[in-house]
Antibody
């Protein structure tokens, strides 16, 4: 059974850094893309970017390019989303999801709530 | 700039059939696969349709997806509606730069 298990709730202050994780089990991690999706409170889904864990090839949405960094560690079948300096506007739930490039996501993580407030 | 537009909300009675549309603009809906995701309140999304019309294992065959090239749109049809189908539904595809694009979401009410 494919499972994507994400790290827990984060409460941060503006300007702080953060790295959240997504651990994959039940499939060969290096054979599928991992994507990240943002959902602000009460709003829709936003596609942030994707990474191919085998070679760490990444594609970012222009809306998120330069604001976040995607990475992956094959040795622990985990993908990461990180910020170097959080803003209050980053408050949202972030989902990781796995799938094949061009064919969307098949499996989703449970989401990580990130609350950025002074 | 490729965009996907969905109706804000739809409603239908239990046992009936409902169709949710997803209209593309700024490009052809047929250029890339369309996916559909269901998100119940307070839960993570799940995939109900991928590659335009494929159902993941575990998704009931009451859910089906299709494309209409003439109207540049994709559709999600749910037959034999159940109260458990009440959720937000999002379509998703890609633009010419392989960046993912989501529709704004449709709230399905089963009443």
């Amino acid at each position: 059974e494919v499972q994507l298990v994400q790290s827990g709730v984060e409460v941060k202050k503006p300007g702080e850094s953060l790295k959240i994780s997504c651990k994959a089990t039940g499939y060969i991690f290096t054979r599928e893309w991992i994507g990240w999706v943002r959902q602000k409170p009460g709003k829709g889904l936003e596609w942030m970017g994707i990474i191919f864990p085998d070679d760490s090839e990444t594609t970012y949405s222009p809306s998120f390019q330069g604001h976040v960094t995607l990475s992956a560690d094959k040795s622990i079948s985990s993908a990461f989303l990180q910020w170097s300096s959080l803003k209050s506007s980053d408050t949202a739930t972030y989902y990781c999801a796995s799938g094949n490039s061009g064919t969307g996501f098949k499996h989703w993580g449970q989401g990580t709530l990130v609350n950025v407030s002074s | 700039n490729f965009m996907l537009t969905q109706p804000h909300s739809v409603s239908e009675s239990p046992g009936k059939t409902v169709t949710i549309s997803c209209t593309g603009s700024g490009g052809s809906i047929a250029s890339n696969y369309v996916q559909w995701y269901q998100q119940r309140p307070g839960s993570a999304p799940i995939t109900v349709i991928y590659e335009d019309s494929q159902r993941p294992s575990g998704v009931p065959d009451r859910f089906s997806g299709s494309l209409d090239i003439s109207s540049n749109s994709a559709s999600l049809t749910i037959s034999g509606l159940k109260t458990e189908d009440e959720a937000d539904y999002y379509c998703q595809s890609y633009n010419s730069l392989n960046h993912g694009v989501f529709g704004g979401g449709t709230k399905l009410t089963v009443l």
